[in-house]
């Protein structure tokens, strides 16, 4: 790891990092980064229980964070050579000359001055990218919708907390001074919040308080809620693929040399991306459905979801945290509380598991874990898929519920209906319809392809399948639960499912000497 000084004695560093080489952090970040609530990153896993199926995917949020910087829209905004960062003319010339419409060579200020991009604006996409997952709970997305179980009116996401943290990063860590150092104020705070969560729309014609509309495509590199074209994509997309061996094909690096910033009617300011690129961009939006199919909606890593959410739910009020002012917060309350939050990491199942009490949910929960790592797992009934595109897993669940017989041992909490949602981003929606592009004989004007302009796109964009899985190991129960399934099917006017065999069936008859 390299070091190099900065203003005030600050340090810079460079990191090697196993998909993008070798990563170097501004003084500032580096600050931020040296924290026990961003170090916590490291024992947060990013794929969560696809861990349990891909045994190399063990890749953690930390890592994902300091990604962002490599080669990338943020990266190339900034000259690690220059610490004092007075104005963009001390920044780096490549692909980020391409990016904002300059020729090799030539500067930013000589091409496009009306951009005004300064050396905070460069600072804070770089702070936000570093700082954009720091909401995550144990096993990322799995807390999510663990939380959104336990308590559905509150609607969490982990965006929301990730500003939570980054100010109770700032405020604990007294780095109110490093901030003004690099001559970053309140408003830079609020934009960098802002690129990590985006905040309602009040109903006017720009909601942001951070920075003015004709910087619109600053809001667009860590987290682009327009088109879906962002720097977050890109390294999970890369890491994810490369912690599970698999071949993803889009080249980001392609993406920042044919992009420029347009301004566009209506919109304002925004990245644009060369047509020649479109194969390019559909690609990458490719490569996020076959991650979802192949690894992050897995059978076996879906199932083991849901047992540690059941085990969790057992748990929720038996587990607590201790938060601000001497108050203990419940499993599904911690985000509440960034003191507590700042404790919880993916140890949180090992707490479960050895926790000496002898309430029944608590020994229940232990039960369930134990079952995951003895590999016991919870049997997929079956699987099955909707002819009408607007049939939900609520729709089944009722149907199932009617399907099965009053004096059945089989009841509906056996039951877990999963949805595997696989699509390019944007529900079923052509994602590639959202992106603005420019011809190269017309580089100011931005422009949205149509599927009908392209002959390589799909012709659907979205395509759901429902599992069924069932909580209890007995085969009577399994074989009621494969009959109700088939009801429900016809019932709804659903495909006829692909049943699962009862484990007891597959395996080797004994041989007889």
């Known amino acids: 790891m390299g070091q190099r000084g900065g203003k005030s004695g600050a340090m810079e560093k460079t990191f090697q990092d196993a998909v993008h080489g070798a990563i170097t952090l501004h003084p500032l970040?580096?600050?931020v980064m040296d924290t026990p609530h961003f170090q916590r990153l490291r024992h947060i896993k990013v794929v969560g229980s696809c861990y349990f199926v891909f045994p190399a995917?063990?890749?953690?949020?930390f890592e994902h964070c300091l990604g962002f910087f490599n080669g990338q829209w943020c990266q190339i905004l900034f000259n690690p050579s220059s610490a004092s960062m007075s104005s963009l003319a001390c920044l780096v010339d490549g692909d980020l000359g391409v990016l904002l419409g300059w020729p090799d060579g030539a500067r930013l200020p000589d091409r496009q001055p009306e951009l005004n991009i300064t050396a905070a604006d460069v600072l804070c996409v770089q702070l936000a990218g570093l700082c954009h997952d720091l909401g995550h709970g144990?096993?990322?997305?799995?807390?999510e919708r663990f939380v959104n179980q336990a308590r559905p009116k509150k609607h969490w996401v982990h965006e929301s907390t990730s500003t939570k943290m980054f100010d109770h990063l700032i405020e604990t860590n007294n780095l109110f001074g490093e901030f003004e150092k690099y001559d970053l104020k309140e408003?830079?705070?609020i934009f960098i919040k802002e690129m990590i969560h985006s905040p309602p729309g009040d109903g006017s014609d720009w909601c942001y308080k951070g920075r003015?509309?004709?910087?619109?495509?600053?809001?667009?590199?860590?987290?682009?809620k327009q088109t879906g074209v962002d720097v977050d994509k890109w390294d999970y997309f890369l890491r994810d693929s490369h912690s599970l061996g698999m071949k993803v094909t889009f080249d980001y690096h392609r993406l920042i040399k044919f992009s420029r910033v347009i301004s566009v009617e209506g919109e304002g300011p925004q990245i644009c991306i060369q047509d020649k690129e479109c194969s390019n961009v559909y690609d990458m939006f490719h490569a996020r459905r076959v991650l979802h199919r192949t690894a992050y909606q897995h059978r076996v890593a879906k199932t083991i979801d849901y047992m540690f959410i059941d085990a969790l739910l057992k748990t929720d009020k038996h587990i607590t945290y201790l938060g601000a002012d001497g108050v203990r917060y419940p499993l599904a309350d911690v985000c509440d509380d960034m003191v507590a939050y700042t404790k919880l990491t993916d140890e949180v199942f090992q707490r479960i598991l050895y926790d000496e009490g002898s309430?029944?949910?608590l020994e229940h929960a232990q039960h369930i874990l134990n079952n995951i790592y003895k590999r016991q797992l919870y049997l997929c009934v079956g699987h099955t898929r909707p002819n009408n595109p607007d049939t939900t897993g609520q729709d089944l669940e009722e149907a199932l519920e009617r399907s099965i017989p009053k004096d059945s041992l089989l009841t509906p909490q056996d039951l877990i209906i999963t949805v595997v949602d696989l699509n390019y981003g944007m529900k079923d929606q052509n994602p590639v319809e959202l992106v603005y592009f420019y011809n190269k004989n017309s580089p100011t004007k931005g422009k949205k392809i149509k599927k009908e302009e392209s002959t390589m796109l799909p012709e659907r964009f979205q395509e759901k399948i429902f599992r069924v899985l069932c909580r209890s190991s007995k085969e009577d129960k399994f074989k009621q639960a494969q009959e109700a399934l088939q009801i429900a099917c016809q019932e709804l006017n659903m495909k006829k499912p692909h049943v699962e065999f009862f484990?007891?069936?597959?395996?080797?008859?004994k041989k007889h000497r």
Do not use: T
């Open 359 to 361: 309430h029944p949910e």
């Open 503 to 509: 484990p007891s069936l597959l395996s080797s008859p």
């Open 57 to 61: 995917a063990a890749q953690n949020r």
């Open 212 to 224: 003015p509309k004709d910087k619109a495509f600053l809001y667009q590199i860590v987290a682009n």
């Open 138 to 143: 144990p096993y990322s997305h799995l807390w």
């Open 29 to 31: 970040c580096v600050r």
């Open 187 to 189: 408003q830079d705070i």
